[in-house]
């Protein structure tokens, strides 16, 4: 079989294989394997527990390098373990494509020079198989779309197609990052996507060629395989309230300081007076909300929902700093003393130890009308110095 020394020669440099992961897929893994070996013979074949005649077709490809799996666990637990191999075989990149008969090898080199025309050698490249337009099946665009979703939701990624198969990963960078244990099946593609982003690694579509064919087998369950992704993607979403939110905030504050991360970061931002005005509106108000343990994860899931500036709203939530508690807890209960006609003394060294529970109908009812006043008075006065400085600015620069 001829093959394309060429690629071969790049693959090679750029130490990068083939990583496959096969499951039952007896009708379309050999003429994956003829189509990939035109290319390159660098191939790690991951059997995942196959049971029909997959054995038998692999002793015809004494070339790769085979890891039979006694029992099928899932293509995302059959691609680490491929992963990890090649990174064994000191590999640095790894593609992968399908072995169901969708992907065309022939598209192999568009990933080869995608690469080689970036100036960042730790490009993560997806396959985009236009879903809107190609000949797809209907259970496979919607969990496309599904998937594609919520990983904008959590990364601000527009990624065509976050599910599919054909891709080239950066092993070598990715190697420090600790994917969870259970993300054995199809959700490990979504995993990996939003953890490469907030590793800071480059995540980009690349248009490829797909066909489904009628003899094709696929292993993707509509509503489970759809569930665990939603499933994963919710406890992304509290890791980015949580951690990833506030770690780029202070990083960013530390790196630029105070003043001019606010100039650039705050008053800088492209968003309008309007927009951020909201987005200190929403921090004030869940930050002097009765939600104490998760007012980052509150005001960071509202900020996105809503399409709100997270760096600010997240600043602004900070109102509730642990220093200022007790001020607050103070606030919320002469407030709700004052709506209730309470006479009941609220001295604020009473509620350093959170004393304001006694009181708790005048509590809650207090710290729901303060969050409210202080948001709109927040709100209203930030968009008023937004808007002077706005028109400050354009005033210098005419």
Request: with cysteine; hydrophobic share 45%.
């Amino acid at each position: 079989m001829k093959k394309h020394t060429t690629l071969s020669e790049r693959l090679q440099r750029l130490k990068c294989c083939v990583v496959l992961a096969t499951y039952n897929n007896e009708n379309t893994l050999a003429a994956v394997l003829d189509g990939v070996l035109v290319y390159t013979n660098t191939i790690i074949l991951v059997n995942d527990g196959s049971i029909d005649s997959t054995p038998e077709i692999l002793t015809n490809y004494p070339q790769l390098i085979v890891i039979n799996l006694p029992k099928n666990k899932g293509k995302g637990n059959a691609l680490k373990i491929g992963f990890n191999k090649a990174l064994e075989l000191g590999f640095e990149r790894a593609i992968t494509l399908d072995t169901d008969g969708q992907h065309f090898p022939e598209d192999l080199p568009k990933f080869v020079q995608a690469l080689e025309a970036s100036d960042d050698k730790n490009l993560f490249l997806i396959g985009d198989r236009n879903m809107n337009e190609a000949d797809v099946l209907a259970r496979s665009a919607k969990g496309n779309r599904v998937s594609g979703f919520w990983v904008r939701f959590v990364t601000g990624l527009d990624l065509n197609d976050t599910q599919s198969g054909f891709r080239l990963y950066p092993l070598k960078a990715l190697k420090q990052i600790r994917f969870l244990k259970w993300t054995k099946k199809f959700e490990f593609e979504t995993e990996v996507i939003v953890r490469a982003h907030w590793r800071g690694i480059k995540v980009v579509n690349l248009p490829i060629n797909v066909l489904y064919p009628e003899n094709r087998v696929s292993h993707f369950r509509p509503f489970m395989d759809i569930a665990r992704i939603v499933v994963l993607i919710i406890g992304f979403i509290v890791i980015k309230g949580v951690y990833i939110i506030p770690r780029d905030f202070y990083r960013r504050l530390k790196k630029k300081g105070f003043r001019k991360f606010f100039i650039e970061d705050f008053l800088g931002s492209n968003d309008s007076p309007k927009k951020k005005a909201l987005s200190i509106a929403l921090g004030v108000f869940v930050g002097l909300s009765p939600l104490w343990g998760f007012h980052t994860v509150i005001v960071i899931f509202l900020a996105i929902f809503f399409k709100l500036n997270k760096v600010i709203a997240f600043t602004f939530s900070n109102v509730s700093f642990p220093p200022f508690i007790p001020f607050v807890l103070w606030a919320s209960l002469l407030t709700g003393n004052f709506l209730l006609s309470e006479t009941t003394s609220s001295s604020i060294t009473e509620l350093t130890d959170f004393n304001a529970i006694r009181h708790l109908e005048s509590y809650l009812l207090g710290s729901i009308v303060l969050s409210i006043s202080a948001a709109t008075i927040f709100g209203l006065l930030g968009y008023v110095i937004l808007i002077l400085f706005q028109r400050k600015n354009r005033a210098v620069s005419v």
